[in-house]
């Protein structure tokens, strides 16, 4: 499963686009299924921008958090509701107690089996989140594809990418023994996005419109970063140059954006269909 969506080689679309693809798509385990997924994302976003003007790569991880549902679009091989959207929690060590519908692990081969059943399981004492295997789904794919196009989000924001649907950690506390401290650090931040990402879905509607232009030019400006940081510059395409001369940025300013925005990804996100 991974190394075939980790091709990202099928389907190339923006931010935004993507944000709208997500209206085609029903999450069952959403209590708020009457409000279209694209308002979730801006709701969740300008929740965020509200309390924290400053922190725009957060306001960025709001907008792009669940973008991983596209699995479910029939254009990304439509997978089935439990393969995208609910809890997700590490495999290849003792399943957690916390984790929901627990009982019917003892289904499970892995339950069983003493390499994996452990505390520890395969892995050791802060090893660090990020050597775990998680369970697939939308969280997983979206980090996935943001590392995958080289993302300069922080690490804190690909940490709430990953681990926003894993209750048994944010939720329980379970699971510290393989935290490292970068992932002490990065809990707080994700701890602080649960809030607006549950209760940002308070009947506040969002006028999508209005708000746009602000997240397009959030994206556009992490897009050239993107082109920057990926040491493009040099030998840029014709696109990518043209798009620098768009926003009339030459190599010192472009210098300048990486300091300013050192924090960001690109509107030309490549997404996976099969
Ligand atoms: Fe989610
Ligand atoms: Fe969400």
């Known amino acids: 499963m991974r190394e075939e969506y980790g091709n ?26 009457d409000e279209p997924q694209i308002e979730h ?76 059943n452990t505390k520890y399981g395969v892995y050791s004492e802060g090893c660090g989140l990020n050597n775990v295997m998680m369970s697939w789904g939308h969280d997983d794919y979206m980090y996935l594809v943001a590392k995958e196009n080289k993302t300069t989000l922080p ?10 649907s894993f209750y048994a950690l944010h939720r329980s506390g379970s699971y510290k023994q393989l935290m490292n401290g970068e992932d002490v650090e990065n809990l707080k931040w994700l701890e602080i996005f649960n809030k607006y990402d549950l209760y940002s879905k308070s009947k506040v509607r ?37 798009d620098a001369l768009r926003f009339n940025l030459h190599p010192p300013k472009w210098q300048l954006l990486e300091i300013d925005y050192w924090i960001l990804v690109a509107s030309g996100i490549h997404l996976v269909a099969p």
């Not at 690490?155 to 926003?164: D, G, K, N």
Request: charged share 25%; proline share 6%.
């Open 8 to 33: 990202l080689d099928k389907v190339e679309m923006s931010i935004w686009e993507c944000c709208e693809l997500l209206n085609d798509v029903v999450d069952e385990s959403d209590p708020d299924l």
């Open 41 to 116: 994302l801006l709701q969740t976003a300008e929740a965020i921008r509200k309390d924290y003007p400053d922190e725009d790569w957060l306001h960025l991880t709001g907008l792009i958090h669940d973008l991983g549902k596209v699995l479910l679009h029939p254009s990304f091989g439509g997978l089935p509701q439990w393969a995208v959207v609910g809890d997700t929690y590490p495999v290849g060590c003792a399943f957690d107690k916390s984790i929901v519908h627990h009982k019917y692990f003892e289904e499970n081969p892995d339950y069983h089996n003493p390499a994996y």
């Open 155 to 164: 690490s804190a924001a690909l940490f709430i990418i990953r681990y926003h």
């Open 206 to 242: 969002i006028d999508v419109e209005k708000v746009k232009p602000y997240y397009l030019s959030l994206i556009e400006k992490l897009y050239v970063l993107l082109v920057y940081v990926a040491g493009l510059h040099h030998q840029a395409e014709p696109a990518v140059a043209a």
